[in-house]
């Protein structure tokens, strides 16, 4: 049974852990995905955590991509998350998404998530952003819900309202600021499908995802967002698409991990400033 491996003493251990190791109170948090946590780098005042110790929280690999960063970025209090849990890693669904919860105890309010992501709609091109307006939770529906097994009040209801999960107001101000950052040739929205991975989708699975009504397609953030809308913080997901998904047998076009990280470092201080002007905002 998916049963919730860890309980409210274990979020609360974390966070009291956290509070003990950083003045900083963020209202804002970042998940930055493959390749973009380089965001965490611009913060001023820096407190470095590696909470690898604290119940459920095992990095793989700790360093710079498995650690938080406190700080500060244009004068808004923001905690960075360097590297992410992902399912694909064997790691347990309720693992994946523990520091959301974390998140929400140390005060944070919003949360952006970032990802690499391909692209699945023929009109979007390699380097695009997307502003992603919906998710479509395929582990959900193969019963990989975060939100399964003991529904803890403390967090949030025990049926959760998802057809608000990608805040309006903050995708308009998204909308403003990458006018305002010259960004807005390379800006899309759209539909964040999430898979499981780690395997890149058959071309029969990316036709499948195209029927959908998916934009882009990801191996991450949905079990996150879930678990944030859960306890209500405000959500903000932006997708850099590294790839375009191959829908025709014909196609000698491969997807491999490289050029998704070759695609990330090159929109990555685009991605950046964007989103640092964008917290500057909220
Ligand atoms: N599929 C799934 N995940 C991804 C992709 C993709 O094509 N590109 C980057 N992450």
């Known amino acids: ?25 963020p209202k804002v948090a970042i998940i930055c995905g493959s390749g973009l946590g380089g965001l965490g780098d611009l913060l001023d005042n820096k407190t470095v955590c590696h909470p690898n110790g604290c119940s459920y929280v095992h990095w793989a690999v700790p360093g710079h991509e498995g650690q ?18 992902h399912f694909y890693e064997g790691y347990n669904i309720h693992t994946v998404t523990y520091l959301v ?3 929400f105890l140390l005060g944070v309010e919003t949360l952006i998530v970032t990802n690499a ?18 998710h479509i939770n395929m582990p959900g529906f193969a019963g990989q819900n975060p939100l399964c097994g003991h529904n803890d009040e403390r967090f949030g209801v025990r049926f959760l309202c998802t057809s608000d999960a990608y805040d309006r107001d903050l995708i308009a101000l998204a909308k403003q600021t990458a006018e305002e950052q010259g960004c807005s040739t390379f800006l899309q929205q759209g539909v964040y499908c999430m898979v499981a991975g780690p395997t890149f989708e058959t071309v029969a ?4 995802l195209q029927l959908l009504g998916a934009d882009a397609v990801g191996m991450s953030t949905v079990p996150e967002v879930v678990v944030a809308r859960h306890c209500g913080l405000r959500v903000l997901g932006l997708s850099l698409i ?17 050029k998704v990280l070759e695609t990330t470092r090159r929109r990555t201080q685009d991605l950046q400033r964007l989103v640092s002007h964008l917290i500057a905002k909220i």
Request: aromatic share 10%; with cysteine; hydrophobic share 30%.
């Open 242 to 258: 590294t790839n375009k998904v191959v829908t025709d047998y014909a196609s000698e076009e491969k997807t491999n991990h490289d």
């Open 68 to 85: 938080l960063v406190f700080g500060s970025l244009r004068g808004r209090q923001c905690v960075c998350m360097q590297g992410r849990f």
């Open 101 to 103: 919860r974390v998140f």
């Open 205 to 208: 699975e990316c036709r499948v």
């Open 117 to 134: 992501a391909g692209g699945v709609n023929g009109s979007f091109n390699v380097g695009d952003i997307m502003l992603i307006k919906d």
């Open 1 to 25: 049974m998916n049963t919730c491996c860890c309980n409210y003493d274990d979020y609360r251990e974390t966070t009291d852990w956290l509070l003990s190791h950083t003045e900083q109170r």
